[in-house]
């Protein structure tokens, strides 16, 4: 398993990283008494393979309890990364005392404000960027972020230099546009997370999907993993990834067109 450093904080997170949003997902939940105990043993195969960073949402409470058991041995050594959907600082407060009970920890390393309609400011009347600061400065956070499904956002985020990680959706199909926020991130220094690395499931040809993302080297694409079987997949591909060569770019661009 590569690392990598988290744009200009001193987080080290696995190439690969986990999202723990599938942690509710149908194929867990249709284990019905053993749902907690499937999750918490898919965490853990993750985390004997390598991967190292965890990313939950606080809209997924399930997925959070579920997370946090499985991680409670070995907080040390894994990266959480949670977000909340506040739009003020109380709310984030409140929010964060929540996700710090359920994950079982005292801190988080990268908390992330998920889908705001605009971008938090210092000194904003909603009180957010200052509370990040503050729990940043109080070691509750390592590092602050932004989770945004628009580009427009992503690259404010980037070009504001008030973040430490910005977090968007990015697959073999985003397109030349959002590989340029990409790199944007990483000339600025900001950690980039990629969400959604198959494009909410249109995305079907997973090797292609890896070596295309694995070309990135700031980029940290955030797998939603919802069986063993997938884990298995994900990981041959993260010990023998595809060959980048004019053969591979021939599929990336025939990928690209399709869904143009």
């Not at 041995?73 to 909340?84: F, I, K, Y």
Request: one cysteine or more; glycine letters at 6%.
């Amino acid at each position: 398993m590569d690392y990598v450093a988290l744009g200009k904080t001193n987080i080290l997170a696995s190439k690969t990283a986990f999202s723990a949003l599938s942690l509710e997902c149908r194929e867990i939940q249709v284990f019905g008494e053993y749902a907690d105990e499937k999750a918490v043993n898919l965490v853990k195969q993750a985390y004997e393979n390598g991967i190292n960073f965890f990313d939950v949402s606080h809209a997924k409470p399930i997925a959070e309890k579920r997370l946090g058991a499985a991680i409670l041995e070995v907080r040390q050594n894994v990266c959480l990364a949670a977000r909340s959907l506040c739009t003020t600082g109380l709310e984030l407060r409140s929010d964060l005392a929540e996700i710090l009970d359920a994950l079982g920890t005292d801190y988080i390393d990268v908390l992330q404000i998920q889908d705001p309609a605009v971008l938090p400011k210092p000194d904003g009347a909603d009180g957010l960027y200052n509370a990040l600061q503050d729990l940043k400065s109080r070691n509750i956070i390592r590092a602050f972020g932004v989770v945004t499904e628009s580009i427009d956002l992503a690259r404010e985020v980037i070009e504001s230099q008030l973040f430490d990680v910005v977090q968007f959706p990015f697959s073999v199909i985003s397109g030349p546009a959002v590989e340029k926020v990409v790199k944007f991130a990483e000339e600025k220094g900001v950690g980039c997370l990629g969400m959604e690395p198959l494009n909410g499931g249109m995305v079907l040809n997973i090797p292609l999907a890896y070596g295309y993302l694995n070309q990135f080297e700031n980029l940290v694409p955030v797998w939603g993993v919802r069986t063993q079987e997938e884990l298995q997949q994900l990981m041959y591909f993260v010990q023998h990834p595809p060959v980048i060569d004019e053969k591979f770019q021939e599929e990336v661009l025939h990928e690209q067109r399709f869904y143009e």
